[in-house]
């Protein structure tokens, strides 16, 4: 399935800063935000993932029954 990248209206890239120039899409639930301009790429996990009541959890020991 292909990926489907969209132009952010009005935004400048914050590197060369060239307006109209920025596109993002989706890929494995992490947003990328990329300068068609310059070689600017930026990455986010957006914050419905980082909040998961997984992402917080850690591990405290391993229980080995004898």
Known sequence: MKTKKRFIAGASCPMCKQAD???VWE???IEVVECVECDYVEQKTPEKVEKSPRA??????????D
């Open 27 to 29: 890929e494995n639930q």
């Open 21 to 23: 120039s920025l596109r």
């Open 56 to 65: 917080s959890e850690q591990m405290i020991g391993i229980f080995k029954p």
